[in-house]
């Protein structure tokens, strides 16, 4: 994936944006990724989830400041093991 971008949000501040991938085990259920995708979009910071059930993965653009262990987090609360 591609480094930090820069990216303007609200109050006109800098702050980079990352795209990060993460393997996710146990997802196998088209049906389950509804919930795991709200579950990531309700994080603050997330702008994008895209969730590839056939390859076991999920592709979030978020800000930094919304870091891959609090997304590790809320995947693993949403009962699948992120690695």
């Known amino acids: 994936m591609n480094g930090p971008l ?3 949000v ?7 944006v990352v795209h990060s991938r993460i ?3 146990g ?5 389950c990724v509804v919930g795991l995708q ?7 910071g997330v702008r994008q989830v895209a969730i ?3 390859h076991g993965d999920v ?6 400041a919304c870091d891959r262990e609090r997304l590790f987090d809320a ?6 093991d992120a690695v």
Do not use: F, M, W
């Open 6 to 8: 820069p990216a303007d």
């Open 10 to 16: 609200s109050g006109g501040t800098a702050e980079t």
């Open 23 to 25: 393997r996710i085990v």
């Open 27 to 31: 997802l196998n259920c088209p049906k």
């Open 38 to 44: 709200a579950t990531l979009e309700a994080l603050p």
């Open 52 to 54: 590839h059930v056939e």
């Open 59 to 64: 592709d979030v653009e978020h800000l930094q």
């Open 75 to 80: 995947i693993e609360q949403a009962g699948y």
